[in-house]
């Protein structure tokens, strides 16, 4: 019996050491995975999904900005430049910018000595978009959301289902 015990006790100082910084790592994970499911729904997901305001397809008259006016460049009421970039685009993805987009410029750091994860964005109209700044409308990936902390609880319950086994 004092084998047993003495078992549990190693179990639970090992489970107390790894714990801490296996939480960590998982609230980045989760968090970075949480981030690319929003950009992915093109909305913000707390309770429910709350989609991101579309594109503004018309100007302070009220004309289509998309579409030929005129047929002096082209024919009048087909896709001009600009509207051929957009219409099938999603939201907050520029054109032609490769694999250098807003959903791709997030990392997150893991800090060991204050136990917080940070995450970072090199992109700098990342706050713009997502607390809606200087008129942009509030398009939000990151911030508290019950889904999120979800998410992280049942990863954190099965790593700690997998060390204390």
């Known amino acids: 019996m004092a084998g047993s015990l003495t078992d549990l006790q190693k179990l639970l100082i090992r489970a107390s050491k790894e714990i801490p910084e296996k939480a960590l790592r998982v609230i980045g994970v989760e968090g970075k995975k949480f981030i690319e ?3 992915r729904d093109q909305g913000f997901t707390d309770t429910t999904t709350k989609k991101w305001e579309s594109r503004k397809n018309e100007d302070k008259h009220g004309r289509n900005i998309t579409r030929y006016r005129t047929n002096r460049v082209g024919r009048s009421g087909s896709l001009n430049r600009y509207g051929s970039r957009t219409t099938d685009r999603a939201i907050l993805v520029g054109f032609n910018t490769g694999g250098d987009k807003l ?10 000595g ?15 978009h997502n607390e ?3 008129g942009m409308p509030k398009r939000q990936f990151i911030g508290k959301s019950e889904y999120l902390n979800r998410q992280i609880a049942d990863k954190i319950k099965r ?7």
Do not use: C, H, M, W
């Open 37 to 39: 499911k929003n950009f």
């Open 159 to 165: 790593e700690l289902d997998l060390t204390l086994r």
């Open 114 to 128: 204050t136990g917080r994860v940070v995450f970072r964005s090199y992109k700098p109209y990342a706050a713009r």
């Open 132 to 134: 809606g700044l200087k």
């Open 103 to 112: 959903k791709n410029s997030f990392k997150y750091i893991v800090s060991q």
